[in-house]
């Protein structure tokens, strides 16, 4: 059984994490979010010719969030999701060929064509997936923080979740457990303020999700997220604190430009809210503030815009020429257990085989 005592448990911390210059990495966090918007805003465009299925969300206007959570991360932590999950899996060094495969539904997506817009997983990228439940990656991404102390070492979990997520039993139970044992697990709540189209200050009592920690008394704080440098820093700070036994609830907060998900249209949104948000676009706001700062160009900025789209159209052509699978494949990745029509099963193999007889037993020995 775990350990139930408070105080901080024996691991292993790993590498010291070095200071950052306030410049650092800046040029790049703006690359990775034009590269997000020009994929997502491909994606949307896509799921409306019907060559995307199923449900479609996307990360647009999250973008800083997403790069900066993902700066923090070292290559052996751990990521959960929830179906919003294109944008960090592009984070996280996933090909984009592969994503866009799987958007597709194409057998060299990233799961293979079975997962589509809300089921991507890596393990080469300890991407454990999204997950279309509401919730649902928060009690696994505390059982994998769990597995982690157990085997003594030096990696982090980081779960993300939207704002809604905060309202239901499991982010408690998640909460309460990792600070009761001491897990090393960073819970991310991207607030972009809208529950699917109820508002944080309709749905909770206490609108300053972060605050919610203080009732397992966890460290937590909330956090800008349309600057990817602050979003790293926050994060780099909760993972250290998560490395040393002591969880960590972060909160960004950011906008949706776009509806719940491809089809939907916000109209519960004014068309005031709708110019304040565009207004506060964090991909056009970060491109004006290092255009200030002289490390972005007119020239530079069109350059990387065109490096996006081009990047984009080859992810594009990828997944169309990438076969469909085989429906006859449809169990392979889906249960560790024999199931009727599984294709790994050899013609005639019974689905459950006959246990072995035991050996016979010697002649003239008795039990």
Known sequence: MPSTDRKRPARRTGPATPAIPPTDGLLDFYRQ???????????????????????????????????GLMAALRPDDYVFTNYR????????????????????????????????????FDIAARFMGGYGIVGGQLPLATGAALAIQYRGGSEAVVCLMGDGTTNIGAFHESL????????????????????????????SAEPELHRRAAAYRMLAARVDGNDPAAVRDAALEALESARTGRPYLLETMSGRLKGHSVVDPARYRSREEAERLKASDPVAAFAVRLHETGLLTDELIAEIDAEALGAVAGAVAFAEASPHPDPSTLFDHTYATPVPNDSRRLPGEALFPAAPRPAAEPAGVRA
Not at 38 to 59: D, V
Request: with cysteine.
């Open 33 to 67: 979010m034009v590269f997000i918007r020009r994929f997502e805003e491909r994606a949307a465009r896509a799921y409306t010719e019907a060559r995307i299925g199923g449900y479609c969300h996307l990360n647009l206007g999250e973008e800083a969030t997403v790069a």
């Open 85 to 120: 999950e294109h944008g960090y899996a592009l984070a996280r060094g996933i090909a984009p060929e592969r994503i866009m495969a799987e958007l597709y539904g194409r057998s060299d997506g990233v799961s293979k064509g079975w997962g589509g817009s809300m089921h991507m």
């Open 176 to 203: 309460n457990l990792a600070a009761l044992w001491n897990l090393p697990i960073v819970y991310v709540v991207v607030n972009n303020g809208l529950g699917m189209g109820t508002t944080v200050e309709q749905s």
